[in-house]
């Protein structure tokens, strides 16, 4: 059984948001309990597997995710890794659309190798900024909104780009606030400098510290800052060690999430389920 390591949200290996991505032959998903313990072997922020689905159907691929402790109820960056063997091996073409947890997710590649992802738009949800979660960031938050069942976060706002790259937060006082994690974000500083906003995301809830690059936080991050910014077409900046660009457009209630990826490693997985 072949196994993947996919650098997602960029051209560049080594930089983006890496997922292991293994596409299965049979119709139906191995034990939960073994997709786990593949997932905590890999032990990258998600690792996604994939069976195809009979033809006729709402979908073409079944699409789980899961980190090294949980499974999850959306990942973008491992759908979009996904999307991308399908492509790079010949498996599909075109649209592909995958069963999740969260409903039918469908995903575009273009001829310059860029997939497009249609995602539902997350429900932002005005609320009080825990005491734990500021004690646990440390800084000013400007305003802090629920995410909704589906990404599960707390997305807060800081007061510039600064704030948000200069943040060391006690991960632990986190992992106890409830909910998958928490997404900081602020507008970028220079308007000029290729992106329309910056965030970091914190999910020490679900086994990862940082995650470089999260395609679920933006299905927030893009109404968040749609409202703020008067655009529906915006560039966001994720990440610190590691970074990576995603497209956003809204559409309705949905979000669109464009990005590359490339695969750095192509391997076999020698215990099957």
């Known amino acids: 059984?072949?196994?993947?390591?996919?650098?997602?949200?960029?051209?560049r290996p080594f930089t983006g948001n890496p997922a292991g991505v293994v596409l299965l032959d049979s119709g139906a998903f191995p034990d939960t309990a073994w997709l786990q313990q593949v997932a905590?072997?890999?032990n990258l922020s998600e690792t996604a597997f994939a069976h195809p689905l009979p033809e006729g159907g709402d979908a073409d691929w079944a699409l789980r995710w899961l980190t090294p402790a949980a499974e999850v109820n959306m990942c973008g960056h491992a759908t979009l890794a996904t999307a991308h063997v399908l492509h790079t091996t010949g498996t599909a073409t075109g649209t592909v659309r995958f069963r999740t947890r969260s409903g039918v997710l469908t995903t575009t590649a273009d001829t310059g190798g860029a997939i497009t992802m249609d995602f539902p738009t997350a429900p932002l949800t005005p609320v009080e900024v825990?005491?734990?979660?500021?004690?646990?960031?440390?800084?000013?938050?400007?305003?802090?909104?629920?995410?909704g069942p589906d990404v599960g976060d707390l997305l807060v706002e800081l007061p510039d780009e600064?704030?948000?790259?200069?943040?060391?937060?006690?991960?632990?006082a986190l992992a106890g606030h409830g909910g998958r994690g928490v997404i900081a974000t602020a507008r970028a500083d220079d308007p000029a400098g290729g992106h329309d906003f910056?965030?970091?995301?914190f999910f020490?809830?679900?086994?990862?510290?940082?995650?470089?690059?999260?395609?679920?936080a933006h299905t927030a991050l893009a109404p968040f800052w749609s409202?703020?910014?008067?655009?529906?077409?915006?560039?966001g900046l994720q990440g610190a060690a590691r970074t990576g660009y995603v497209r956003t457009e809204l559409r309705g209630d949905r979000t669109l999430l464009t990005g590359s990826a490339v695969t750095v490693i192509d391997g076999e997985l020698l215990v099957t389920g």
Do not use: N, Q
Not at 131 to 138: D, I, N
Not at 198 to 201: E, H, M
């Open 1 to 11: 059984m072949r196994i993947r390591i996919v650098d997602a949200f960029s051209a």
């Open 130 to 147: 825990p005491p734990v979660v500021a004690e646990a960031l440390g800084c000013e938050i400007r305003s802090a909104h629920d995410t």
């Open 227 to 235: 409202a703020r910014l008067g655009r529906a077409a915006l560039v």
């Open 162 to 172: 600064k704030a948000v790259r200069a943040l060391s937060p006690d991960l632990k």
């Open 198 to 201: 910056v965030s970091r995301c």
């Open 40 to 42: 905590t072997e890999v």
């Open 204 to 216: 020490p809830a679900v086994g990862i510290d940082e995650d470089p690059v999260t395609g679920s």
